[in-house]
């Protein structure tokens, strides 16, 4: 099966940095994905690596490494519309599922 | 405009009394899934179908059903709802195979 682990809570100033982590358990995997998510609302999806490397799209990149089971999304220059929960997510081998993270939450403050 | 939408957004009912929250999708998408995500928990896949008449079990099936007779439209069905239905509820969709899965906007659901 799988499995994805990310921390709870980070906070942070306009124009920093942060990074996301994402480790993850399972035996097999397409891709990883992330997502970001406002308040409740519809998650929408921001990176996706099917390769291990770095993936840069603007001021957010992506990372994988499977030999380290390890994965993360970087903010960069942050800003107050960044503050929402981000989500990792793979789609194992054999079927079309995404098996999501738990989420990580981003708080920007001035 | 590409979407996918849901209805209703808002929904209070009590134990036991039917309800279905529909989905539907103007992509022509395949692929569609129901999750409902709880505080802590993430997202969990309830049900997902890769096409027409062909759907399988998520994660969290138990007290759901869904059909699937149009391409365009995926209902998830609640024959007995219960207090742990609780929760907020996404329909989503994508081409088989994509990385990328577009969301509706969410029901919040609330069971009495």
């Known amino acids: 099966g799988q499995s994805l682990e990310q921390p709870s809570e980070v906070t942070a100033v306009e124009g920093a940095i942060v990074q996301i982590n994402c480790t993850y358990q399972?035996?097999?995997?397409?891709?990883l994905s992330w997502y970001q998510q406002h308040d409740g609302g519809a998650p929408t999806f921001l990176s996706y690596n099917a390769l291990d490397g770095l993936e840069e799209t603007g001021r957010f990149s992506s990372f994988l490494s499977r030999s380290d089971s390890y994965g993360y999304l970087l903010l960069q220059e942050l800003q107050m519309k960044d503050s929402a929960s981000y989500f990792c997510a793979v789609r194992p081998y054999g079927n079309n599922r995404l098996a999501f993270g738990k989420g990580n939450q981003v708080v920007v403050i001035p | 405009e590409a979407q996918v939408t849901q209805n209703p957004r808002y929904l209070i009912t009590v134990t036991g009394k039917k309800l279905t929250v529909t989905c539907s999708q103007n992509?022509?998408?395949?692929?569609m899934s129901w999750y409902r995500q709880d505080p802590g928990l993430g997202l969990r896949q309830i049900y997902y179908?890769?096409?027409?008449?062909?759907?399988d079990k998520g994660d969290v099936p138990e007290g759901y059903k869904v059909s699937r007779k149009e391409k365009r439209n995926f209902p998830l069905i609640l024959e007995s709802p219960s207090p742990n239905q609780t929760s907020l509820y996404f329909c989503?969709?994508?081409?088989?195979?994509?990385?990328?899965?577009?969301f509706g906007p969410g029901t919040r659901l609330t069971v009495t």
């Open positions: 399972t035996s097999g995997f397409y891709g």
């Open positions: 992509m022509n998408h395949e692929y």
């Open positions: 989503a969709s994508s081409y088989p195979g994509s990385y990328e899965q577009y």
């Open positions: 179908s890769m096409n027409v008449e062909v759907t």
